[in-house]
């Protein structure tokens, strides 16, 4: 699976972005696919995921209420709507799939996209 993010930029506290995600190669609509990111000086962090059949999602505390993360198997994308982005959002924002593993534990996803920064502003 190849994964391409998208959609990242810089944005004004308690603006709006949403994130793209495309999957060639493999079975995309029977993988899991999360959302992570890294802040500087900071490890790769959780922030969502979804089941392959887009029924079941998990959102880390953070982003909670703010974020929304949803998947078009069709079209073999993954999206995540962040809405009212904090200066603390800042953050290199990845999608990384897997063809079993559904949680928050980044070790456990195979496949990576090659990140999209994402600024908020205060």
């Known amino acids: 699976v190849q994964l391409q993010a998208s959609g990242g930029g810089l944005v004004q506290a308690g603006g709006s972005l949403r994130l793209s995600c495309a999957a060639s190669?493999?079975?995309?609509?029977?993988?899991?696919m999360g959302w992570f990111r890294q802040a500087p000086g900071k490890e790769r962090a959780f922030v969502a995921a979804?089941?392959?059949?887009?029924?079941?999602?998990y959102y880390a505390d953070s982003p909670k209420g703010r974020f929304t993360i949803s998947r078009d198997n069709a079209k073999d994308t993954v999206n995540l709507q962040m809405n009212s982005l904090k200066p603390e959002d800042t953050a290199v924002y990845y999608c990384a799939a897997d063809p079993s593993y559904y949680g928050p534990d980044p070790n456990e996803y195979d496949y990576w996209g090659q990140g999209t920064l994402v600024t908020v502003s205060s």
């Open positions: 190669g493999r079975t995309f609509s029977r993988y899991t």
């Open positions: 979804i089941r392959w059949s887009g029924g079941s999602t």
